[in-house]
């Protein structure tokens, strides 16, 4: 067993490739695992995106993303449910065993009000994910997306959002190190998360100084300012033994030669990341 | 009595103006009040400058900024001191009854650790902001800044840095709209704030959806989705009496020409944040 055989990588990371190439390199780098992004299935059917997983030899660890669930009025939020259904049947057909929710939020609507429709929009999947055999994962996101992404905010919004869903257990969390590691509440709400079974996802990437674009400008694990082993460490401590997920969104990297940033990934898992 | 006597601008709104040309139109618009930013003193004496805001009619509302405490040494640490010490004899010469604190933060250093080396740096100026009669205004940055500028990204760790120094009469917060806006706990914390008689200042603009750049594209009261009014609400509950005081980075602004840009500001201030 390779020593990067519980990373996984979101193919998003390597947006330039299409799946079949993330797969087959990441298999051949000793990674263990992939997280599809659903893009990934266009022209493509997921059924047959999950063969191909199988027959590389990873684990698929995840389908990014559903949710968006606040809308201006009823239907617009049933859309969303729609949505999240059709992405929960993807990962299902694909053999993804977590689907990561980004809850949204509208702008000029009251956050409190966004979560709540967040709430309800999830309320409206857990029996459809229950039924796929698909968990779903909360992610909340940085508060630098509280105006159009996501109203929860906060590792303990997520898992006040669960607390208000009966905790079943087909909705968790996925813990992104980009989006929580300023928060002075982090490891007292990682123990809460893990106490609950909720932790069912950890990504990592770094936060660089300084950030140049707010999307598009994530670090390779190394490259900023985040404690991730320390991070890494709170989720062990809470019960948390999966994967860790690489997951970066950098429009200087999807302009350099995949092949060689996949190396520099892989190094980057090695000394920043390892051992959990 | 204008409808905008309550309102303050914040020199750096208004950035490709000198100091003077700013107090002239601010009063002409009918502004009750200015902050300073310290480069205004840029060859110019802040006594020279404090009289020319008495001969205006306007309100020195604040000099920003000191702070930036955190440094990877004591002698660092020390220079970040002797800095805020001479910014407090700034303000007490232009008379400015607050100086605003930018607490910092060390890219790589831990931000417990940043924040105990804040509450050391603060806990050495009180003495003097004292004996110069100027309130030190801790303000709570956005997470968004937590690598290199901000340890303190709520106003509960605000309030928290107020307790840990023994709560001093002179150090008190400014509650930034653009900072806080996302915490399910603002109202809470400035409730808290309002009962240690900490609520200093108060500073509006908005959150541009989409938000261009992380520094320079804050909006205009309206353009975004911020809940002024409701936070300008619970302000008003806990007690806090004083300025709205304008304070907008923007390079879109800056670029524009500013006497048309302060039309909009003050229709702004009117439309958007009035009645408090």
Not at 244 to 259: G, H, K, L, T
Request: some cysteine; hydrophobic content about 45%.
């Amino acid at each position: 067993m390779s020593s990067l055989s519980r990373f996984s990588i979101h193919t998003i990371t390597n947006r330039p490739w299409p799946v079949e190439r993330c797969l087959k390199a990441y298999a051949a780098a000793g990674i263990g695992g992939v997280t599809l992004w659903r893009y990934n299935f266009e022209g493509r059917n997921p059924a047959e995106v999950g063969r191909w997983i199988k027959d590389s030899g990873l684990v698929c660890t995840g389908l990014a993303r559903g949710g968006f669930f606040p809308a201006p009025d009823a239907a617009g939020r049933q859309v969303a449910v729609d949505e999240t259904w059709r992405a929960i049947d993807e990962a299902a057909a694909c053999g993804a065993p977590v689907l990561v929710l980004v809850c949204g939020a509208l702008p000029g609507q009251d956050l409190p009000e966004s979560r709540l429709q967040t709430v309800d929009g999830i309320a409206a999947c857990v029996d459809h994910a229950r039924a796929a055999g698909v968990r779903l994962a909360v992610e909340p996101l940085h508060p630098i997306y509280a105006g159009d992404r996501s109203a929860v905010v906060t590792l303990g919004q997520a898992n006040d959002l669960c607390d208000a869903l009966g905790s079943p257990p087909e909705v968790g969390i996925a813990v992104d190190a980009y989006h929580t590691w300023w928060d002075a509440a982090l490891e007292t709400e990682i123990t809460r998360a893990g106490r609950g079974g909720r932790l069912f996802s950890w990504h990592v990437c770094d936060w660089r100084v300084p950030t140049e674009d707010l999307l598009n400008d994530r670090g390779l694990m190394g490259e900023g300012c985040i404690p991730l082993r320390r991070i890494a460490g709170w989720m062990g401590a809470a019960g948390f033994s999966g994967f860790s997920e690489v997951e970066i969104f950098s429009s200087r990297r999807w302009a350099m030669d995949q092949d060689e940033y996949l190396a520099a990934i892989t190094a980057a898992c090695r000394r920043h990341c390892l051992p959990l």
